[in-house]
């Protein structure tokens, strides 16, 4: 499976001003790649609480990071429920927060997750398979042609939306969805590729942001880590589409002026070198504030 490289490592570490001692959390701990940069940056006695939603993935990036000792503190969960994390783990007042939105390649490398329309596997897209029932094959199978149409414009801006739901009731009828594969090639019936974009992009996009509702965690997690920042903390957030990287500029613009520093009010993006060393990160956004 494809190792995980960390976007934007190097604008995340400068970002939250990181110094020797600092407790930090990552919201989305992922492989840890961020995780290890701050844990050596917090030497010798800052903690690092990582957060994750994905089973598999939590245990993976525990063996990677089991150096680190006491430090480093994994927790399996949804950073929608951050507040409840901190309390149950006493954790307050931290001098940096980072959310590195949406899935890593390790899981979307995984075929038996769903994530990934370039390989056959169960229509799934859960990140956890423990807490979490509903299916990417249960909204395809169960969403009526309008909800579904809705649901491509709104999370995958889909410019055929209504095309491709109309082929997903028609086949389902006979047929009901199962595996990605499946989706796919409805879709290729009525959407035929232009240049290196797939055609079905934008609506695994959708299904995925629909499965796990991640605008709703995201913002719900926001206000959460502005309240578990201490004064003079940062918070940094990636974000990889339009849709949650909307949320994430509105939330910081709404803030007094009298609570946070927004330090960037240019967004900061990837290097022309970065996005050639690794594409997943041509659509990466960093934002990042101070609270004061
Ligand atoms: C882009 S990856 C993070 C990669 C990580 N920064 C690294 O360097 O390896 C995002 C990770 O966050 C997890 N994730 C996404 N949404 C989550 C949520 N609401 N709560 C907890 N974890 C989440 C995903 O399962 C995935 O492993």
Redo the contacts with the bound molecule.
């Keep these: 499976m494809p190792d ?1 490289v ?1 976007v934007l490592l190097s604008e995340v570490l400068v970002g939250l001003h990181l110094t020797a001692n600092d407790n930090v959390i ?10 290890k940069a701050m844990l050596e940056v917090c030497a010798p006695n800052g903690k690092l609480y990582g ?4 089973e598999r ?1 939590l245990q993976e990036t525990k063996g990677t990071l089991n150096s680190f000792g006491q430090r480093f503190i994994p927790l399996h ?4 429920n951050l507040e409840e994390l901190a309390k149950a783990n006493n954790i307050s007042n931290v001098q940096g927060i980072l959310f ?5 390649s390790m ?1 979307i490398g995984d075929p038996t997750r769903g994530f990934s329309f370039q390989a056959d596997g169960p229509l799934d897209m859960r ?1 956890d398979q423990s807490a979490q029932t509903t299916t990417a094959a249960d909204i395809v199978n169960e969403y009526s042609a309008l909800q579904l149409v809705q649901l491509f414009r709104e999370y995958g801006e889909e410019p055929v939306a209504e095309r491709i739901a109309q082929r997903i009731i028609d086949e389902r009828r006979s047929q009901p969805f199962s595996t990605t594969l499946q989706l796919v090639t409805a879709i290729e019936t009525v959407k035929h590729r232009r240049g290196r974009i797939h055609p079905a992009t934008n609506v695994f996009q959708a299904l995925r942001i629909a499965v ?1 509702d ?1 605008y709703g ?1 995201i913002t719900t997690a926001l206000p959460a880590a502005l309240r578990l920042l201490a004064n003079g903390g940062r918070l940094a957030v990636i974000t990889f589409h339009s849709g949650e990287d909307r949320i994430v500029k509105r939330w910081m613009k709404s803030l007094p002026d009298a609570d946070v520093t927004i330090n960037t009010k240019h967004v900061i993006a990837p290097t022309r070198q970065e996005q050639l060393a690794n594409p997943r990160s041509r659509s990466a956004k960093l934002r990042i504030l101070t609270k004061i």
């Design positions: 995980h960390p990552d919201a989305t701990l992922g492989g840890g790649g961020h995780a957060i994750e939603a994905d993935t969960g949804n950073f929608r590195d939105l949406g899935v890593s899981t990140f796990n991640e965690a």
